[in-house]
């Protein structure tokens, strides 16, 4: 059955998360995690594993910075793995193959980082052992015309600020900071600086040549009907009432297409 | 040590511009109909290749960064004429083509692009049971990290010495979109977005750096088992795919690198030269010889 995720960015998001009807939280941690908002401590985790496991409710680590030292990110995810966490998002291939050979049975996701553009792209990681793919918006859609396969896993976001630029491919970040500064790499976990939000010329007279873009599905009926797992809300960086409007609204609509489905009206 | 480059219709390699290069990578990637696009033309690609082999060059298709799923069946259909024409290899980026012409085609070498996001030494061997021959690990590596992945997976690793790098994708071509009108063929021209003293350029699917990567003053110090090298000369002419190419192939040689030549190659990059990335630092940095921020 496709559940509901939620973004975990601090304790109190978490709480208000499952008390609003999540199904599952997705929370960082500051080594392992893109900078999208602050990360959890491994106490702090440690905390939102017990107050989701006590309502039956699932989280998963967003380990999805590339680390340059692959060893020691493994015993960063080991230490995870044992304390309960029950699945982690994974942002390089070679990790993640790793990860499923290390870890057996512990559930791996390949992240919207990645880029997965197509269905062989989808294949490629479901060949590798991951629970389920996370897909941007416009190949979600896609995903409305592919073929049901129990082995291919999808999530999609129904609540997302779409990058301009695609997802796990830009890397202008690292590129446009001073010279002489680190690169910083935003796929390594720095934060992006948003070069595309500056006031390029060369721009159409209609405003930035980079526009970003607000995405939110209105109807997850399809979406379920293609045998999408999972319905993902963006936004660590909210506040916990930000994070419960977002989770009962969404909860409300899978709700409803589910039943609609049931209920053959679909 | 081998000298690649890119090109993307045939006019760009029967003017000679190619005669410095190892290998060339024909098609433009970022465009299905840029004019002459070698990736799906047919009677040209096959002049391309036996011009080509002619001259004891090799020659791989450059295939699509980011393909839809609607996309895979045309690119599967180009890659298979490619074959009938002899090419010798394809460059990949996206993993899910991989996976198809890794099956397709289990004896094509594969050699993998940067937007594969080869970041670590885990990807790159995971890429070598596919099929992959040679990485092109992503522009935010540094040079260490680079020679890192050779010596830990026994790939060839491709280093892009001079040129622009494609650092962004966007899902439709910029100029389309920015002049809300069908192909108007801006990339043949050169077309640059600005803000301050940043520089972009949008070609196709891809935004460009304004400044050209150059290695030349650290050539002498950069040779590696693993590394093959390449110049970026899409989207410019042949001149300049020549004159860098001369340059390079002399440095490959085992020449010193003339002052006359780093003054060339400066002219020739009328946004600067950067190289940071390969010493730890933003992409527009660049490190002279001497190991200084200039």
Not at chain 1, 52 to 70: K, M, S, Y
Not at chain 2, 67 to 78: E, R
Not at chain 2, 129 to 151: D, K, N, W
């Given at each position: 059955?496709?559940?509901?995720?939620?973004p975990?960015?601090?304790?109190?998001a978490?709480?208000?998360?499952?008390?609003?009807?999540?199904?599952?939280?997705?929370?960082?941690f500051?080594?392992?995690?893109?900078?999208?908002g602050?990360?959890?401590?491994?106490?702090?985790v440690?905390?939102?594993?017990?107050?989701?496991?006590?309502?039956g409710?699932?989280?998963?680590?967003?380990?999805?910075?590339?680390p340059g030292d692959?060893?020691?990110?493994?015993a960063?995810?080991?230490?995870?793995?044992?304390?309960g966490?029950?699945?982690?998002?994974?942002?390089?291939?070679?990790?993640?193959?790793?990860?499923?050979?290390?870890?057996?049975?512990?559930?791996?996701?390949?992240s919207?980082?990645l880029?997965?553009?197509?269905?062989?792209?989808?294949?490629?990681?479901?060949?590798?052992?991951?629970?389920?793919?996370v897909?941007?918006?416009?190949?979600?859609?896609?995903?409305l015309?592919?073929?049901?396969?129990?082995a291919?896993?999808?999530?999609?976001?129904?609540?997302?600020?779409?990058?301009?630029?695609m997802?796990g491919?830009?890397?202008?970040?690292?590129?446009?900071?001073?010279?002489?500064?680190?690169?910083?790499?935003?796929k390594?976990?720095?934060?992006?600086?948003?070069?595309?939000?500056?006031?390029?010329?060369?721009?159409?007279?209609?405003?930035?040549?980079?526009?970003?873009?607000?995405?939110?599905?209105?109807?997850?009926?399809?979406?379920?009907?293609?045998?999408?797992?999972?319905?993902?809300?963006?936004?660590?960086?909210?506040?916990p009432?930000?994070?419960?409007a977002?989770?009962?609204?969404?909860?409300?609509?899978?709700?409803?297409?589910?039943?609609?489905?049931a209920?053959?009206?679909? | 040590?081998?000298?690649?480059?890119?090109?993307?219709?045939?006019?760009?390699?029967?003017?000679?511009?190619?005669?410095?290069?190892?290998?060339?990578?024909?098609?433009?990637?970022?465009?299905?109909?840029?004019?002459?696009?070698?990736?799906?033309?047919?009677?040209?690609?096959?002049r391309?290749?036996?011009?080509?082999?002619?001259?004891?060059?090799?020659?791989?298709?450059?295939?699509?960064?980011?393909?839809?799923?609607?996309?895979?069946?045309?690119?599967a259909?180009?890659?298979?004429?490619?074959?009938?024409a002899?090419?010798?290899?394809?460059?990949?980026?996206?993993?899910?083509?991989?996976?198809?012409?890794s099956?397709?085609h289990?004896?094509?070498?594969?050699?993998?692009?940067?937007?594969?996001?080869?970041?670590?030494?885990?990807?790159?061997?995971?890429?070598?049971?596919?099929?992959?021959?040679?990485v092109?690990?992503?522009?935010?590596?540094?040079?260490a990290e680079?020679?890192?992945?050779?010596?830990?997976?026994?790939?060839?690793?491709?280093?892009?010495?001079?040129g622009a790098?494609?650092?962004s994708?966007?899902?439709?071509?910029h100029?389309?979109?920015?002049?809300?009108?069908?192909?108007?063929?801006?990339?043949?021209?050169?077309?640059?977005?600005?803000?301050?003293?940043?520089?972009?350029?949008?070609?196709?699917?891809?935004?460009?750096?304004?400044?050209?990567?150059?290695?030349?003053?650290?050539?002498?110090?950069?040779?590696?088992?693993?590394?093959?090298?390449?110049?970026?000369?899409?989207?410019?002419?042949?001149?300049?795919?020549?004159?860098?190419?001369?340059?390079?192939?002399?440095l490959?040689?085992g020449?010193?690198?003339?002052?006359?030549?780093?003054?060339?190659?400066?002219r020739l990059a009328p946004?600067g030269?950067?190289?940071?990335?390969?010493?730890?630092?933003?992409?527009?940095?660049?490190?002279?010889?001497?190991?200084?921020?200039?």
């Amino acid at each position: 059955m496709a559940a509901l995720l939620a973004p975990g960015g601090s304790v109190a998001a978490v709480q208000a998360a499952v008390a609003a009807g999540a199904d599952g939280v997705y929370c960082g941690f500051p080594a392992a995690s893109r900078a999208e908002g602050r990360g959890l401590t491994r106490d702090e985790v440690a905390v939102c594993l017990d107050i989701v496991h006590r309502r039956g409710r699932f989280l998963h680590l967003a380990a999805n910075a590339v680390p340059g030292d692959t060893a020691s990110f493994r015993a960063v995810l080991a230490g995870f793995r044992d304390l309960g966490v029950d699945g982690v998002i994974l942002n390089d291939p070679g990790l993640i193959a790793r990860t499923v050979r290390d870890f057996p049975g512990w559930p791996v996701y390949a992240s919207v980082g990645l880029g997965v553009s197509n269905r062989e792209d989808a294949l490629f990681y479901a060949a590798l052992g991951v629970r389920a793919v996370v897909l941007a918006p416009d190949t979600a859609r896609e995903v409305l015309a592919w073929p049901r396969d129990p082995a291919v896993g999808v999530e999609v976001f129904c609540d997302l600020e779409v990058e301009p630029l695609m997802t796990g491919r830009c890397a202008l970040s690292s590129y446009t900071r001073p010279p002489g500064e680190k690169a910083a790499s935003v796929k390594r976990g720095n934060p992006c600086r948003q070069p595309c939000r500056l006031p390029w010329t060369g721009a159409p007279a209609s405003g930035s040549p980079f526009p970003w873009r607000h995405h939110t599905l209105t109807d997850m009926t399809p979406y379920l009907r293609a045998g999408v797992s999972l319905f993902k809300i963006q936004g660590r960086r909210l506040a916990p009432p930000a994070v419960a409007a977002l989770v009962e609204r969404y909860r409300r609509q899978l709700d409803q297409a589910r039943e609609r489905i049931a209920n053959g009206k679909e | 040590m081998e000298l690649w480059t890119g090109v993307a219709a045939l006019d760009d390699l029967t003017d000679g511009s190619c005669g410095p290069y190892t290998g060339v990578y024909l098609g433009f990637p970022y465009c299905r109909p840029y004019p002459g696009n070698l990736l799906e033309a047919g009677e040209d690609l096959a002049r391309a290749v036996g011009f080509l082999h002619r001259r004891g060059q090799k020659a791989f298709l450059a295939t699509p960064p980011a393909p839809a799923t609607a996309d895979l069946a045309w690119i599967a259909a180009a890659v298979g004429r490619a074959r009938e024409a002899g090419i010798d290899g394809a460059y990949v980026h996206n993993l899910g083509l991989v996976r198809l012409l890794s099956r397709a085609h289990p004896d094509l070498p594969l050699h993998a692009g940067c937007f594969a996001n080869v970041y670590t030494g885990l990807t790159a061997g995971l890429l070598a049971g596919h099929g992959v021959r040679r990485v092109a690990p992503h522009f935010e590596l540094s040079l260490a990290e680079m020679r890192a992945i050779g010596e830990g997976t026994g790939l060839e690793v491709e280093v892009l010495v001079h040129g622009a790098m494609p650092l962004s994708l966007t899902d439709r071509c910029h100029a389309v979109t920015a002049l809300d009108q069908e192909c108007p063929l801006a990339c043949r021209g050169e077309r640059w977005l600005t803000a301050g003293d940043l520089r972009l350029r949008t070609m196709g699917q891809a935004l460009w750096s304004g400044r050209d990567v150059c290695l030349a003053e650290h050539m002498a110090r950069l040779g590696h088992a693993s590394f093959v090298f390449r110049v970026e000369s899409l989207g410019r002419d042949g001149a300049w795919r020549r004159a860098v190419g001369e340059i390079y192939a002399r440095l490959l040689a085992g020449e010193p690198l003339a002052p006359a030549a780093m003054d060339e190659l400066a002219r020739l990059a009328p946004w600067g030269l950067c190289n940071g990335y390969y010493f730890g630092l933003s992409g527009r940095t660049y490190v002279n010889g001497r190991g200084e921020v200039a």
